[in-house]
């Protein structure tokens, strides 16, 4: 077979690079044009020294003539950029799109968070919701998930969609900084963010809100209620997410911890990259760091009524790059699990 | 005045090693004895390096004859130990307990989240619970609150006691690592804590659950129901607790963000460790490291119908040797502030 | 006595934060205008908010206005700026200058190292280099020594100036990463510097080089050859200087370890802020966290024929605002010490 | 071909777990034994549980009966066990020691540094050595380098070969905490690495110093003097090694930075996992991490007569378990790269 001629545009920021990281492992793609904005013309090797194979690859500018001819192409790229971009990719082309753009199904939702118009909504590219991994194989557009959505959607779906919580539902989030992207800001420095734990979008205010609700309203075909707030915790990589839910008033004989694992472990039992931990085993998000897994714990706490749930990701792996692939081969008709590892690296 | 002669049971430990440290920054006391356990006879030089005034102090062993004299003694002991050690110190020196021994007033939550026999109930060091500080002042014996309930409980008090919110509260509260201990563990590692976030207690079963409910309830003349999740994150101290419960059912029109923020104010204008941040700025760790200053912040989700409000802490100082010296101060009639401060030390 | 009137112009970076952490535990100076650039107008709170009394300040534009009728003037602003503001300000001011524009005494090193015209060259804030002391007492105007050259120059003092070694150093420092301000660049991001490690200013390039070639120079009356390498590592604050130099060619019966230790521990004996650690013990930034001390330790590797000696200190504190608030002691004729500890913050 | 069977003795270190993570990304080895001691009996999920395809393998206990029966044993032991077990392996198993005990040649170092009986010396795991990767093919034994010997000598051997420094070389190294180990001890826990750096093994003592000196000695035919000093850094992987020498007496016309990068990138053209950067591009750590290269980089210091370079690998990857599938490729006969990765995972 052919290796498919691949495209990153924005491959000097985190998701771009994470991007080529993942497709250098990839056995069935040939890495053709990498684009930049202001970094056009620089040596991928000064922007992303890890990147040893593609040291001397040379930026182009993010354009049509620099995309096209690619069976593929990926978007990294400022929210708010791909619409224009995608309109004159063919539909012949694949295009990934690791932005927000076209992420949400509901305009108002849209300009709620974000502002301007609402681009569109392409296949939403997380396999593991109900019938979306056969929306996805043969897809040509595909809006990956946002990092928070992914660990959040699946740390709780199994629960929602059983019925067994209310749906009224309760995340926080504590997050590495490499989400917040390469782009130079004073509180994302170093200096501010070693030793320091601080909440963001308190109040529903972060623009994943409306994307976790989309998912999970999706399950339940009402609106379920999420209060989400996300915390930066000093280090680079990976999400831990901490849900709840109040048990659902109508479960007759209550709900026991057993009961929930089994539950998600049946739910997730055919998912190769969704590990339910054996019981009493919780999530950290250091196994999963530079894979595409995530791991899934699940209990029950009978003194306040709820139901807990933690989820780890890795935000740069399936929280954006490792889906992305994911989701490329599914839109290829490949293997799934190409280029993609459910192996950490830790410590 | 004579200065007060101060001993610290567990010089060697982090809660000890912090109550020396703002002990040497109170006018009013001299440092007498400091004991240790596997550590006696070693120069604390050796093992609070940082601690360069009493560098040449040796650690004595723990035990009646190292404290006796003393007006007043810090425990700074592992679980447990706190109960025999205070029951042969005279009632006219003042005790005050960094231990869990004495918080607790329900002999079976402690015979629940500890074990064994519960060794009584002391008055508790958290002086901006409602009527609290007239119970410390001129108290004997005083119970330091745990880091985590210190911090819930005043992230939340205000809006609690108002009735704003139901009786059913979710506390996910980011903490560094110190809260741990000294002790030697592999899961506790530089190599396995930094770059990861884990949850761990999680459904209710971290033992400073009961006391967060004990100090809920307190206010509402019922029980709070509390859904307790802690995350350990990679810092060596402080702690972000990210807290919500829903609207009360009976708020006739809503609340607003305003509403809640100048609720929290007032509560707290006479505080003068509780620091209700302007509208819009949230806590962060950092800003409290040293110091003995909780920050808070406040605000409504209306899409999700719930109160959230952050609070941030250093859980060693206002968390643990800096509530123990405030408590001691007001035991001994002292001005609450001496010895503390609330200038925090970043970046 | 009445107290000082003291101001700080550039209050909203880390050297100007630290400054007001220290002036805040300064009991006989009065806080008066804190000034600042593009951030002038800003309430301090959002700014600092780690200084919670000086929280409701408002930042003033740095120009002569603001900063008449002080005492004392702090100057924390980029290199290059000291120069036109101070040369306005009376003699009866005391100006201390924490940036390098007037470290230098030689010209040409400035115009090789920091470009532009050399500004004059003042008293050298570090009192414990021989004799600088007393030129420091009753100065009006001092320039504080750079982070990198405090610790170097007094981890290699005593053992350059008994010329027990050839004038040919070598220093590598690991430092935390708030020496390199607070203004937004991406390679010091959180997502950058956490978990890396980095060499820059490699081949004797950065501009403390000639500083720390000025100081060591002058212990010996000729020219010490200075390797100097600066690495960045994942943490906020601190250095650790590993300084080291051939012994002394004309050492009759070499030098043992125990008089190496000895000549330092009596070098430093009157000092109070310098400390040699009892032998065995080496020096670890976090013990010098917040506190003006340095720690000291040396050896001798008789195999390599090296003297080894490593030294710590907190860049902000005895590396930048530390200094500054001791020099301004002595410029005032105070207590050397006054507003200043020995105490770090640990862990 | 038939797949290589692997086992790997000590499965639940850090050695050992990277040695899996590298083995389940090659594609002609099947994973065989994997042992432990005090952890046998144990999931591997609950000891390494980012190795996910592994969870559910047992630790089996560390002896002959276990370990027989494969092609390969790698030896992930503490120093003083590889002896007596590889004693009793057939000389038809590759047996690849990622221990200590048969690295040094001279026995009287071995005494000095490690105490007890020399094992022995088998062929010198760093291929890159002239003339040692023709020893390492075909070879039964192999002894993998030490992590700060591996980049010491990558870093320097390119200029001491040449003869362009005196052989008297200096090394600072700045090295993450899981070179230190998984076994509990109070000075490695997070709370006392975070935020500090830290000397150890000042002054020659460290026991990677004999092989630094073993290896820069057997490329001049005489003795090079070797001063090393290891700095423990705030991360959990990696080591940056700065290092420099005397430009050597005899060199006519002195030696420019352009001439020692040309002289490094020729030596190195050739090595598929050393990598000389771009001239002004400096190493990080974190460009390494995961990965088998190490970056290097170059330059002269005319003022101090020096030439200095650095570099940097991952000490669990490239500076241990990485060398070691690397050394079993060549024992082998397969490819050299195979399984390993100049692929980085950053930020």
């Not at 077979?1 to 495209?7: E, G, I, L, N």
């Not at 003539?65 to 990294?76: K, M, Q, R, S």
């Not at 809006?143 to 309760?170: F, K, M, Q």
């Given at each position: 077979?052919?290796?498919?001629?691949?495209?990153?545009?924005?491959?000097?920021?985190y998701?771009?690079?994470?991007?080529?990281?993942?497709?250098?492992?990839?056995?069935?793609?040939?890495?053709?044009?990498?684009?930049?904005?202001?970094?056009?013309?620089?040596?991928?090797?000064?922007?992303?020294?890890?990147?040893?194979?593609?040291?001397?690859?040379?930026?182009?500018?993010?354009?049509?003539?620099?995309?096209?001819?690619?069976?593929?192409?990926?978007?990294?790229?400022?929210?708010?950029?791909?619409?224009?971009?995608?309109?004159?990719?063919?539909?012949?082309?694949?295009?990934?799109?690791?932005?927000?753009?076209?992420?949400?199904?509901?305009?108002?939702?849209?300009?709620?968070?974000?502002?301007?118009?609402?681009?569109?909504?392409?296949?939403?590219?997380?396999?593991?919701?109900?019938?979306?991994?056969?929306?996805?194989?043969?897809?040509?557009?595909?809006?990956?998930?946002?990092?928070?959505?992914?660990?959040?959607?699946?740390?709780?779906?199994?629960?929602?969609?059983?019925?067994?919580?209310?749906?009224?539902?309760?995340?926080?989030?504590?997050s590495g900084t490499s989400g917040a992207g390469k782009a130079a800001k004073a509180h994302l420095l170093g200096s501010e963010v070693m030793g320091n734990a601080s909440a963001y979008g308190?109040?529903?205010?972060?623009?994943?809100?409306?994307?976790?609700?989309?998912?999970?309203?999706?399950?339940?075909?009402?609106?379920?209620?999420?209060?989400?707030?996300?915390?930066l915790v000093p280090?680079p990589?990976?999400?831990?997410?901490?849900?709840?839910?109040?048990?659902?008033?109508?479960?007759?004989?209550?709900?026991?911890?057993?009961?929930?694992?089994?539950?998600?472990?049946?739910?997730?039992?055919?998912?190769?990259?969704?590990?339910?931990?054996?019981?009493?085993?919780?999530?950290?998000?250091?196994?999963?760091?530079?894979?595409?897994?995530?791991?899934?714990?699940?209990?029950?706490?009978?003194?306040?009524?709820?139901?807990?749930?933690?989820?780890?990701?890795?935000?740069?792996?399936?929280?954006?790059?490792?889906?992305?692939?994911?989701?490329?081969?599914?839109?290829?008709?490949?293997?799934?699990?190409?280029?993609?590892?459910?192996?950490?690296?830790?410590?």
């Open positions: 077979m052919t290796r498919k001629r691949v495209a990153v545009a924005g491959a000097s920021g998701a771009g690079g994470e991007l080529l990281r993942h497709l250098l492992a990839h056995p069935e793609v040939e890495i053709g044009a990498l684009t930049g904005a202001s970094n056009a013309g620089q040596a991928l090797g000064s922007l992303q020294p890890h990147l040893l194979p593609l040291a001397d690859r040379v930026l182009e500018p993010t354009n049509l003539d620099t995309l096209a001819g690619h069976d593929v192409v990926f978007l990294a790229l400022p929210h708010g950029q791909s619409g224009a971009i995608a309109a004159e990719l063919g539909d012949d082309v694949v295009v990934v799109d690791c932005g927000a753009d076209f992420r949400l199904a509901d305009p108002a939702a849209w300009e709620r968070f974000y502002g301007g118009d609402h681009a569109g909504t392409w296949p939403y590219g997380l396999p593991e919701l109900p019938g979306q991994r056969d929306r996805l194989r043969g897809a040509t557009r595909v809006a990956v998930p946002g990092c928070y959505p992914t660990v959040s959607t699946l740390t709780l779906a199994p629960a929602v969609a059983a019925g067994i919580v209310e749906p009224d539902v309760v995340v926080v989030a504590a308190v109040g529903g205010t972060h623009r994943h809100t409306p994307e976790i609700t989309q998912n999970l309203s999706s399950l339940v075909g009402g609106t379920v209620a999420v209060s989400f707030t996300p915390v280090m990589r990976g999400i831990l997410a901490t849900c709840s839910a109040p048990l659902a008033r109508d479960l007759a004989g209550g709900l026991t911890a057993e009961e929930a694992h089994e539950l998600y472990a049946k739910a997730y039992a055919d998912e190769p990259f969704v590990h339910v931990l054996p019981p009493d085993q919780w999530p950290q998000t250091k196994s999963v760091i530079g894979s595409n897994a995530v791991h899934v714990q699940v209990t029950v706490d009978e003194a306040a009524g709820r139901l807990v749930a933690v989820g780890a990701v890795d935000n740069l792996a399936k929280g954006t790059a490792g889906a992305a692939v994911q989701c490329m081969n599914l839109a290829l008709g490949l293997d799934e699990g190409l280029g993609l590892t459910t192996v950490g690296i830790a410590p």
